[in-house]
């Protein structure tokens, strides 16, 4: 019955004849064959093996994930997308109970999910379904078997080219139409940067070792002109305008509402007006994963109930929304010190899903807009400004527990700074230095988490963090963070009590073999850094430590001004220190240093609102797996590769 119906779509002309050929067999390749399904799928269903390896490239680097889904419910190489299958899986985990201001309003940040009827679903969130049809493979053959998805892939790009009326040209610049198809875009910017995507990545030439043990894939480099008329064909719609970002990235102004939502002074949503960088510097770009899929995303950010972040990225193809200007601020971190001097982006994805994975597409794009952010606003391009979720302490003491955990252990720093032009790198002795960067390496770094609640084990899968531990043996409990428990640290994806991130800078404490201590949340946190297999690089920096006679320094999670420093009529915010301390003898990195700053903004009209500064100077440290303040008053400033004083 499907071989009939698609000879009857070819004989109609909406199909090439070849696409009806069902491919013989399609079995998991042997080590070094991804290169070889490529060519073969190329050569089957007569699509530019450049343009097939770009596709790829583009949503997954190659990799096959293990058939695992992406946070897209997309599959393989290519990317088949199965949504209708995916929804049923969604995890139905809630964070709510963050105080997304920092000012006394508890309002939810996540949901449970699903929302979407799956009957809703548009096609192109079901090109697994279209790749069955096409090939004749089975579901199961194209999310599980490499070489069945290269193919489903291949048959779906031709199947897109026959569509439009072009002919299976060699010629990568033929195919610019049918993969801005590809892409499942309903608008034309985003189909269009989709496209130009591709063909970026065939002009740089990748080369890496895939997934699964199917060897290397290589892509030629080579300068291509693509036909971009044909993207007239598709007919879209125009991508809203108004977006704030460079317009080769295709953004989308979908704008978060501010509105009254009754008639006390303060009760309005879902973000506050400012004119920053005029009245408060950007100090942040903060990093989250949604926790929902991007419908549901967008129905949110667009609810004058609900919070509010600048962007939100789509999986599948990268594509951009932005929700604010950047002058405006978000309530999307938790700590409103922080959201006042932040630009917010959401990744759609799950962050307990350890199977699932980011697509390159989303990877790249988004790389893209914090680098045009990050020059634009003068933020430095380190893990002390472009941090997650997870990074941003607590207010006060009471609120550091029901702090989030986004985007999680599964984001690659790593690579998404390289794609930014900024990498970690080396810099000093291995053996001597007195600050290190964390860097495991990504793929083989398989920590043993739980996703459940009952502790069922995490799908095996690489990872951007280190677990910490009180001694240097691989059977001692991990480190304890009194703010999160009394107890020593789980396993749990959730839990960051013992857990340093990719990218960010640590202070040695001791070595001993092939291990490493750095200080942790005043404690020796130890973790395995053998020459041969290392998981921290040395680095150099500036570092802080308590000005001798100092017995303890309070630490804070938000730098506010003395009280002298705030004008009649705006209520004193209080300097209340943490449930952490710095002890003698420990130091650690500073990101920043900050004079107090506080925005009072009460009320639903900007011109009452006021940037409160004061005299207090605080330095930004990395005291645990989030930042903290420190009071320039308490401590010293020490470069890393000198000693800690004793004396003052």
């Given at each position: 019955?499907?071989?009939?119906?698609?000879?009857?779509?070819?004989?109609?002309?909406?199909?090439?004849?070849?696409?009806?050929?069902?491919?013989?067999?399609?079995?998991?390749?042997?080590?070094?064959?991804?290169?070889?399904?490529?060519?073969?799928?190329?050569?089957?269903?007569?699509?530019?093996?450049?343009?097939?390896?770009?596709?790829?490239?583009?949503?997954?680097?190659?990799?096959?994930?293990?058939?695992?889904?992406?946070?897209?419910?997309?599959?393989?190489?290519?990317?088949?997308?199965?949504?209708?299958?995916?929804?049923?899986?969604?995890?139905?985990h809630s964070e709510g109970g963050e105080d997304p201001r920092g000012q006394d309003e508890k309002l939810p940040r996540r949901v449970d999910h699903p929302e979407i009827d799956p009957d809703s679903l548009q096609p192109e969130l079901q090109t697994l379904t279209q790749a069955a049809r096409l090939t004749g493979l089975s579901a199961d053959a194209l999310k599980n078997e490499p070489a069945a998805n290269i193919a489903g892939g291949a048959a779906l790009l031709a199947a897109h080219q026959a569509a439009l009326g072009e002919p299976a040209s060699t010629d990568p610049a033929d195919w610019f139409g049918a993969l801005a198809r590809y892409s499942g875009a309903a608008d034309e910017e985003t189909a269009r940067a989709y496209a130009d995507e591709v063909f970026a990545v065939i002009a740089e030439g990748p080369e890496r070792t895939t997934d699964g043990g199917g060897g290397t894939v290589k892509l030629p480099s080579a300068r291509v002109a693509p036909r971009t008329e044909q993207l007239a064909k598709l007919t879209l719609r125009a991508s809203a305008a108004g977006a704030e970002c460079p317009r080769n990235l295709g953004c989308e102004w979908i704008p978060a509402p501010y509105q009254k939502l009754s008639e006390e002074p303060g009760d309005f949503g879902n973000h506050d007006l400012s004119d920053r960088p005029n009245n408060q510097k950007i100090d942040y770009i903060v990093i989250h994963d949604t926790e929902a899929t991007y419908p549901v995303t967008l129905k949110l950010v667009t609810d004058p109930t609900y919070v509010s972040w600048h962007y939100s990225m789509r999986s599948a193809d990268g594509h951009i929304a932005n929700h604010l200007k950047a002058k405006d601020v978000g309530w999307h971190a938790g700590n409103w010190y922080v959201n006042s001097k932040a630009v917010g982006i959401e990744h759609e994805g799950f962050l307990a899903q350890g199977g699932q994975w980011y697509t390159e597409a989303m990877y790249r794009r988004s790389a893209r807009l914090v680098r045009y952010l990050a020059d634009k606003y003068d933020v430095p391009l380190d893990r002390a400004h472009i941090v997650g979720h997870d990074n941003i302490p607590g207010t006060v003491a009471a609120n550091v527990g029901g702090m989030h955990q986004d985007p999680g252990p599964y984001w690659d720093w790593a690579h998404y700074f390289d794609l930014m032009g900024k990498p970690f790198k080396a810099q000093g002795s291995e053996r001597k230095s007195a600050l290190v960067t964390i860097k495991p390496p990504y793929a083989a770094n398989t920590e043993p988490y739980y996703c459940g609640d009952n502790g069922e084990p995490c799908p095996e899968h690489g990872s951007a963090s280190i677990t910490l531990r009180t001694e240097p043996r691989d059977d001692a409990p991990l480190v304890t963070d009194i703010g999160i428990r009394p107890t020593p640290g789980t396993w749990s994806v959730y839990n960051h009590a013992a857990r340093v991130s990719t990218g960010q800078q640590y202070a040695v404490a001791e070595r001993r073999g092939d291990w490493m201590a750095i200080w942790y949340l005043g404690q020796k946190g130890w973790f395995r850094n053998s020459h041969?297999?290392?998981?921290?690089?040395?680095?150099?920096?500036?570092?802080?430590?308590?000005?001798?006679?100092?017995?303890?320094?309070?630490?804070?999670?938000?730098?506010?001004?003395?009280?002298?420093?705030?004008?009649?009529?705006?209520?004193?915010?209080?300097?209340?220190?943490?449930?952490?301390?710095?002890?003698?003898?420990?130091?650690?990195?500073?990101?920043?240093?900050?004079?107090?700053?506080?925005?009072?903004?009460?009320?639903?009209?900007?011109?009452?609102?006021?940037?409160?500064?004061?005299?207090?100077?605080?330095?930004?440290?990395?005291?645990?797996?989030?930042?903290?303040?420190?009071?320039?008053?308490?401590?010293?400033?020490?470069?890393?590769?000198?000693?800690?004083?004793?004396?003052?």
């Open positions: 019955m499907r071989l009939a119906a698609l000879a009857a779509l070819a004989s109609a002309g909406l199909l090439p004849a070849l696409l009806t050929v069902p491919l013989a067999q399609a079995a998991e390749p042997a080590p070094g064959e991804r290169a070889r399904a490529f060519t073969a799928a190329s050569k089957r269903y007569h699509v530019p093996e450049s343009v097939l390896l770009g596709v790829s490239y583009l949503q997954s680097r190659w990799d096959a994930h293990g058939g695992s889904p992406s946070s897209d419910a997309g599959y393989g190489p290519m990317h088949l997308t199965d949504a209708r299958g995916a929804l049923a899986g969604l995890p139905h041969s297999k290392p998981t921290a690089v040395p680095a150099r920096g500036m570092t802080v430590v308590a000005k001798p006679g100092k017995t303890s320094v309070p630490l804070y999670g938000r730098a506010y001004p003395e009280p002298a420093a705030y004008p009649a009529g705006i209520p004193v915010q209080a300097i209340s220190p943490l449930q952490y301390v710095l002890q003698p003898g420990q130091r650690y990195s500073v990101g920043q240093r900050v004079n107090g700053e506080y925005y009072h903004s009460k009320t639903f009209d900007l011109e009452s609102h006021t940037v409160v500064r004061g005299e207090n100077v605080y330095y930004q440290i990395q005291f645990g797996h989030r930042f903290m303040f420190v009071n320039a008053e308490d401590v010293l400033v020490v470069p890393s590769w000198r000693p800690v004083p004793t004396r003052g």
